[in-house]
């Protein structure tokens, strides 16, 4: 008889929240069309128990004219990892999920001042297609994990916290959130749909990236070489981001986090200078990685 897996909510992140005010003309009719609740989601498998397992649900609720967030549940799953292509393990994660995105939702849109909350059901054939869609991508995952696996074992960076380090981890990210989720003057989906196609990450590894390297600020981080790579393929987006004309559409956002003028033209010192420390490193290594020697042009591809 087989064991069944234990499950526990361990952690919550809210990746994203924003109000919006100008919801007195919208209809319920117009909200149903233009609103969308999506999920994302992440793995990781502890390499020293094949048992334990950390599994990201990452929820995306968007209500124009009121709110929209983008929450994270982490929880720990203990058991075998075919488990995780168990129908009913999903529905309940995926249930759990979106009931602390929708509380969360409403607390914060309550906070806000957002008045009338819209409320979202997920329907039966809705979980459906999602777990379908879950189980179907875990197996292609394991074969790409497999095919890299050298990359994920190999230690490809050591970052320690400093003034610098937690300057290039923090600017990246930063750049990286206006374009993907946060800059109302440009399309955030489409800037996702363009980096991720060109590079194989997606939305809900980029967070669990982003979420990790922002601990620079409280301890010491190591990254795989798998991890490193795309780390320095956002870390390229976000300077040729702060050396175009869209810097000026950021500005204002850029401020608010800290990126003053003097501390961008910092950051673009301390990235230049580690990525050039790395670019050393992979040649005295003599290794090539494909993703790190195309040519992008990042300002001409978002919009």
């Known amino acids: 008889?087989?064991?069944?897996?234990?499950?526990?909510?361990?952690?919550?992140?809210?990746?994203?929240?924003?109000?919006?005010?100008?919801?007195?003309?919208?209809?319920?009719?117009?909200?149903?069309?233009?609103?969308?609740?999506?999920?994302?989601?992440?793995?990781?498998?502890?390499?020293?128990?094949?048992?334990?397992?950390?599994?990201?649900?990452?929820?995306?609720?968007?209500?124009?004219?009121?709110?929209?967030?983008?929450?994270?549940?982490?929880?720990?799953?203990?058991?075998?990892?075919?488990?995780?292509?168990?129908?009913?393990?999903?529905?309940?994660?995926?249930?759990?999920?979106?009931?602390?995105?929708?509380?969360?939702?409403?607390?914060?849109?309550?906070?806000?001042?957002?008045?009338?909350?819209?409320?979202?059901?997920?329907?039966?054939?809705?979980?459906?297609?999602?777990?379908?869609?879950?189980?179907?991508?875990?197996?292609?995952?394991?074969?790409?994990?497999?095919?890299?696996?050298?990359?994920?074992?190999?230690?490809?960076?050591?970052?320690?916290?400093?003034?610098?380090?937690?300057?290039?981890?923090?600017?990246?990210?930063?750049?990286?959130d206006q374009l993907f989720m946060l800059n109302p003057h440009v399309d955030h989906m489409h800037n996702r749909h363009v980096f991720f196609e060109q590079t194989g990450l997606d939305l809900s590894r980029y967070n669990t990236l982003k979420i990790y390297c922002s601990t620079i600020s409280q301890h010491d981080i190591r990254l795989s070489f798998y991890q490193l790579i795309y780390l320095f393929l956002l870390v390229d987006c976000a300077a040729q981001i702060l050396i175009s004309p869209l810097q000026t559409i950021f500005e204002a956002e850029l401020m608010h986090y800290g990126l003053s003028q003097e501390r961008t033209n910092d950051y673009l010192k301390v990235a230049s200078e580690i990525r050039g420390q790395l670019n050393h490193e992979l040649t005295a290594a003599g290794t090539i990685i494909d993703l790190l020697n195309k040519s992008y042009d990042w300002p001409a591809l978002m919009r």
């Not at 919801?23 to 117009?30: C, I, P, S, Y």
């Open 1 to 176: 008889m087989n064991k069944q897996p234990e499950i526990e909510l361990t952690h919550e992140y809210k990746i994203y929240f924003i109000a919006e005010s100008n919801n007195t003309m919208v209809n319920d009719e117009k909200l149903s069309e233009e609103s969308n609740v999506s999920l994302a989601f992440d793995y990781v498998r502890d390499l020293n128990d094949p048992e334990i397992c950390t599994l990201y649900i990452d929820i995306e609720i968007l209500a124009p004219h009121f709110a929209k967030i983008l929450y994270r549940c982490e929880y720990l799953v203990k058991g075998a990892f075919d488990s995780l292509l168990n129908p009913e393990l999903l529905f309940t994660v995926i249930d759990k999920s979106f009931e602390q995105t929708e509380v969360s939702f409403n607390q914060m849109c309550l906070e806000s001042g957002v008045q009338e909350v819209p409320t979202f059901i997920l329907q039966e054939t809705d979980y459906d297609k999602i777990i379908e869609g879950i189980i179907h991508e875990i197996p292609v995952r394991e074969k790409t994990w497999e095919g890299n696996k050298e990359l994920h074992l190999a230690e490809g960076g050591f970052f320690s916290m400093g003034k610098n380090t937690s300057l290039f981890m923090q600017g990246t990210f930063v750049v990286i």
